[in-house]
Each structure stands twice: as C-alpha cells, then as structure tokens.
T-cell receptor, first 111, second 111 residues
Framework: DAGVIQSPRHEVTEMGQEVTLRCKPI?????LFWYRQTMMRGLELLIY????????DSGMPEDRFSAKMPNASFSTLKIQPSEPRDSAVYFC?????????FGPGTRLLVL | SQQGEEDPQALSIQEGENATMNCSYK?????LQWYRQNSGRGLVHLIL?????REKHSGRLRVTLDTSKKSSSLLITASRAADTASYFC???????????FGPGTRLSVLP
C-alpha cells in the first residue's frame, strides 16, 4: 500500500487566495483526520470523518476552513480566504482501528 | 488544553544510552499511543497500550502506563542516531475516538 497520500507537498500563496489541500487515505480505512502543526500550538486536530461523514469539526478554527469527504478515497481541506496565520504543516491521517497513519503533510506558507 | 503533556521537552543522549520520556494526561482514557516524527515527516505510530495494561514491549521500546497517576513512559533502550526524532503521546480524551496529542519530546541521539 502506498500509505496516505497528500498533495501538494508544498504550497506558497498570497493572503486572500483560496487554498485546497488534498488527501487520499489508505484503502479500507474508515476514519480520516485533518491536523495542523505549528511550532507555537503543536499538533491540533481540525476535523475527523467516519465513513465519509464529519463527526467532529470543533477544531476548525474559523468559517474560512471547510473540509469535505465526497467518497472513501478522497478528502479536501479548503481555506478561503487564506491568511498568514494559516501558515503551518497540514497532515491528513487515516485509521481502521486505533493507530493512525499519517501522510507526509502539506507545508503551507501564506504571504 | 493539551490532554497529553510530554516531559522533558528535549532530551540529548549518547548513542547506546537509554532514553526515557514521560507523558501525563488529565482525563480517563481507554488507550494511550506513542508516535515518532522525524524532521519534515508525518507521525509514525509506535505502540498502543490499553488502560488495563501496565507494560508493553515492542523491540527496543518499552511503554508503561499508570492510570492511577495518569502517566505513561516510553523507554528506548540502546539508542541509535536514527532514533533522533520527536516523540508524542496521544490519548483518547474521555474515551473518544479522536486522539489528542501532546507537545512532544525532541530526542537527539549523538553518535
């Protein structure tokens, strides 16, 4: 298995632009998680899905953030409009049991 | 607030020595997990210990759990330079499905 796939790996954008991050979970996994990691705040859970249904989005910082999971093999995290404080590494992870498998992350820089 | 808090924040040891990291948490849990993150990479699951277990081994890793003290420790024996990474504990806050990660311990193993 290729593991969790994220794209793009790096994204540099200007403030106000829309940013879309993509994730392909491991086949057969029924949970998908989106995290954000910064030096100041560590690893934060943004939202997680079970069988494509959002279960807990209480970690989504603002209405500018939205996430979708249209099917079992694809999820997106969208930031619109982006702000410099959104600069971070965004991780997607999937699981079938308790252990989570993380993707390599998307390093986002908003100028 | 952080559920898991690792201690120390940073640890530097010589190759061949043992490394011990601690994690404290606040609420009741079903499971506690330890993850490793190499620089610039996603997190990798190391080991899961259930609340009814006191100790678990996996290769050079030994994890203990003391639910009465709400604490866990990760011991890496005979450390290698390749063990240099950040180590995170994660707990299922109040028996939830999502895991809350601590700020991590940065381990440096010097050759």
């Amino acid at each position: 298995d290729a593991g969790v796939i994220q794209s793009p790996r790096h994204e540099v954008t200007e403030m106000g632009q829309e940013v879309t991050l993509r994730c392909k979970p491991i086949s057969g996994h029924d949970y998908l998680f989106w995290y954000r990691q910064t030096m100041m705040r560590g690893l934060e859970l943004l939202i997680y899905f079970n069988n494509n249904v959002p279960i807990d989005d209480s970690g989504m910082p603002e209405d500018r953030f939205s996430a979708k999971m249209p099917n079992a093999s694809f999820s997106t995290l969208k930031i619109q409009p982006s702000e410099p404080r959104d600069s971070a590494v965004y991780f997607c992870a999937s699981s079938r049991g308790r252990a989570q498998y993380f993707g390599p992350g998307t390093r986002l820089l908003v100028l | 607030s952080q559920q898991g808090e690792e201690d120390p924040q940073a640890l530097s040891i010589q190759e061949g020595e043992n490394a011990t990291m601690n994690c404290s948490y606040k609420t009741s849990i079903n499971n506690l997990q330890w993850y490793r993150q190499n620089s610039g990479r996603g997190l990798v699951h190391l080991i899961l210990i259930r609340s009814n277990e006191r100790e678990k081994h996996s290769g050079r890793l030994r994890v203990t759990l003391d639910t009465s003290k709400k604490s866990s420790s990760l011991l890496i024996t005979a450390s290698r330079a390749a063990d240099t990474a950040s180590y995170f504990c994660a707990t299922d806050e109040n028996y939830g499905q999502n895991f809350v990660f601590g700020p991590g311990t940065r381990l440096s193993v010097l050759p």
